[in-house]
T-cell receptor
Framework: KNEVEQSPQNLTAQEGEFITINCSYSVGISALHWLQQHPGGGIVSLFMLSSGKKKHGRLIATINIQEKHSSLHITASHPRDSAVYIC????????????FGTGTSLTVIP | EPEVTQTPSHQVTQMGQEVILRCVPI?????FYWYRQILGQKVEFLVSFYNNEISEKSEIFDDQFSVERPDGSNFTLKIRSTKLEDSAMYFC???????????FGQGTRLTVV
């Protein structure tokens, strides 16, 4: 049973394309995180959301609590955006536990 | 910029040996976590730690695992008797409180042979 589902699993884009990665979850949450995992394995937190929309540079994250869905958008994609993007939710019932999606592997071709 | 640091970056150990993975969380953070990622699989929660005690743990975190904050700066994960299936990337994370972003370390790759 996967509490968090991401799509697509793999994504290849041309440099400059607009990219959308989707995340759906089935548990009640107190927050949703978008993480970026680099090829070397390190994880960086991109966003933490509990409602609405956040923007940081070329990255935009949105969440719809009623639909239990979040999207991560990358505008004007660049090869350096190539990484695995992971959606993680913090359960509303067990406040410290995170459930992770399997990740979306993004490759941006020059 | 403050960061979570983990050592070592890679550890190879014989099956049955004890390993200690070390993490130095960001200094004003109060909540600490360990996660693992088996190669090719998703990240899994192991344990959370607050106020010098475990606040939550997953089914993975059995009696072979323990965590400690021995000196107020380090946060360690000990595996008492490693098994082949413990081979994974182990990530430490910390945050100031439950409503703030978590910061992750670069991970320790544990290989059990």
């Amino acid at each position: 049973k996967n509490e968090v589902e991401q799509s697509p699993q793999n994504l290849t884009a041309q440099e400059g394309e607009f990219i959308t990665i989707n995340c759906s979850y089935s548990v009640g949450i107190s927050a949703l995180h978008w993480l970026q995992q680099h090829p070397g394995g390190g994880i960086v937190s991109l966003f933490m959301l509990s409602s609405g929309k956040k923007k940081h540079g070329r990255l935009i994250a949105t969440i719809n609590i009623q639909e239990k869905h979040s999207s991560l958008h990358i505008t004007a994609s660049h090869p350096r955006d190539s990484a695995v993007y992971i959606c993680a939710v913090r359960s509303a019932n067990t406040g410290n536990q995170f459930y992770f999606g399997t990740g979306t592997s993004l490759t941006v071709i020059p | 910029e403050p960061e979570v640091t983990q050592t070592p970056s890679h550890q190879v150990t014989q099956m049955g040996q004890e390993v200690i993975l070390r993490c130095v969380p960001i200094s004003n953070h109060l909540y600490f976590y360990w996660y693992r990622q088996i190669l090719g699989q998703k990240v899994e929660f192991l344990v959370s730690f607050y106020n010098n005690e475990i606040s939550e743990k997953s089914e993975i975190f059995d009696d072979q695992f323990s965590v400690e904050r021995p000196d107020g700066s380090n946060f360690t994960l000990k595996i008492r008797s490693t098994k082949l299936e413990d081979s994974a990337m182990y990530f430490c994370a910390s945050r100031t409180d439950v409503n703030t972003e978590a910061f992750f370390g670069q991970g320790t790759r544990l290989t059990v042979v």
